[in-house]
């Protein structure tokens, strides 16, 4: 028997015995686990009983649907854009991107299409998918998405109307963008045709896995020098910083772009939850304090990514099987298998109890092309667990590499 085959036999064994060993592990979703959502219990009964603001407003009453100054003013510090130009949203800026998209459907008529950075976030896909939007995909690079394709697209056809975008440890990769990046970003409004929007969706804008983090470069600043800033659709919430199911999120965009999207909001909401923009101000304050509980968060999920990123180097690392990221910050690991393969290695490692986010989720229609990419999401599990689930997990990859190779 040959050395590949000897060991082919030996991982089939292993495999076996994971079979036989009746796990249930996940690694799906990119949620914050219990003890990170522990951090910020104290949202609870912040208020004491106090809901006034300084200009006398009752968070508990309707109205003020751009949310109170004080949220607006920490969401502007978050995405550094101005006060005026932000607005605070319920619990998700998927929503807003949902229905932002929505308010400009009758704007940019039949047709429409986007350009989706890949690998990306399966969530943009859907709302594009839902919206029966055509999504072409554009390649990464390590600067962030290939801003010569993405010009030489936009100007081609003016049906583009939009781009995804995750400028600061973009899910899955984990890739912050250039100041090029940002300032090519920032002119492109100009190239493309009549309503095209940027979604800077900016999720992990805090969320460092070193000291210091990655520094991305004010979209909204060099938006404004080229006069696109209405073209600028900036998000981020506070899922992954307080709680995931009960945050506040925050939308950017031009001064004339914001008074269009609050008159599409008004028809369906008088105003969001001003009581919890209340608690999170009081909570989170300002940067140097988001900054401080993110250290917190960084304390409990960087071993987790160290622990994973040794997993895969101890059994994969220099084998010519699979590729993958080591991001500064973000949620994801990103790892490209052999072409062909992924979605073979996620049924593996499901039949052995280990649930993988599916292969192809992080392409438009579910179709990764090559079939090579898997999004690995660390924060969830324990330790422990996450420990279990790698040990699967290369487990699978290497087997599957084999059974290729040798059939
Ligand atoms: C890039 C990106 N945007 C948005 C979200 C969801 O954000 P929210 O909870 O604010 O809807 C996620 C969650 O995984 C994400 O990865």
Redesign the pocket.
């Known amino acids: 028997m040959s050395n590949a085959n000897e060991r082919q036999a030996e991982l089939q064994a292993q495999y076996d015995r994971y079979l036989e060993a009746d796990l249930k592990l996940d690694l799906t ?2 949620k914050p686990s219990t003890e990170q959502l522990d951090l910020s219990n104290e949202l609870d009964g912040i208020l004491g009983g106090f809901y006034m603001l300084q200009d006398g407003t009752d968070v508990r009453n309707y109205g003020g649907i751009l949310g109170i100054p004080e949220a607006r003013k920490l969401g502007s510090e978050i995405l550094e854009c101005r006060p005026e130009q932000t607005m605070v949203g319920g ?5 807003l991107m949902y229905t932002f998209i929505d308010h400009k459907l009758t704007e940019w008529g039949e047709g429409a299409k986007f350009l989706c950075p890949v690998p990306g ?1 399966d ?2 896909f859907a709302i594009c998918a839902h919206f029966d939007i055509e999504m072409l995909t554009v390649p990464m690079t390590d600067d962030g998405p290939d801003m010569a394709v993405i010009e030489e697209m936009v100007t081609a056809d003016p049906n583009i109307k939009g781009i995804w975008c ?1 400028p600061k440890y973009s ?1 899955p990769t984990g890739h912050t963008y250039s100041k090029e990046t940002v300032q090519a970003f920032a002119g492109l409004p100009r190239k493309a045709g009549p309503g095209f929007c940027i979604f800077w ?1 900016n ?2 804008a805090v969320h460092d896995l070193e000291e210091p983090g990655d520094t991305l470069h004010s979209l909204m600043t060099e938006a404004e020098k080229a006069g696109t800033q209405d073209s600028v659709v900036m ?1 981020a ?1 506070t ?2 910083v307080t709680f ?1 199911g009960a ?1 506040i ?1 925050f939308l950017a965009t031009g001064e004339n772009s914001l008074k269009g999207y609050e008159k599409f909001l008004s028809s369906q909401v008088i105003g969001f939850d001003k009581v919890n923009q209340l608690r999170h101000v009081r909570f989170l304050e300002d940067m140097d304090k988001v900054r401080a509980h993110m250290a917190k968060h960084r304390d409990l999920i960087k071993p987790k990514f160290d622990m994973v990123l040794n997993k895969l180097e101890t059994a994969l690392g220099g084998k010519d099987i699979a590729t993958w990221t080591s991001p500064r910050g973000g ?1 994801f690991i990103s790892l490209d298998t052999k072409p062909g393969l992924a979605t073979g290695i996620v049924e593996l490692a499901a039949n052995a109890g280990v649930k993988l986010t599916p292969a192809g989720a992080t392409f438009p229609y579910g179709k990764d092309p090559e079939n090579t990419n898997i999004r690995i999401a660390p924060t969830y599990p324990s330790l422990s667990e996450l420990e279990k689930a790698m040990d699967v997990f290369v487990t699978c990859v290497e087997l599957a590499t084999l059974n290729a190779e040798l059939g």
């Open positions: 979703r990119g619990n998700s800026s998927l929503n976030y969530r943009h995750v899910n969706d999720a992990y998000l919430s899922s992954k995931a945050g999120s949620y």
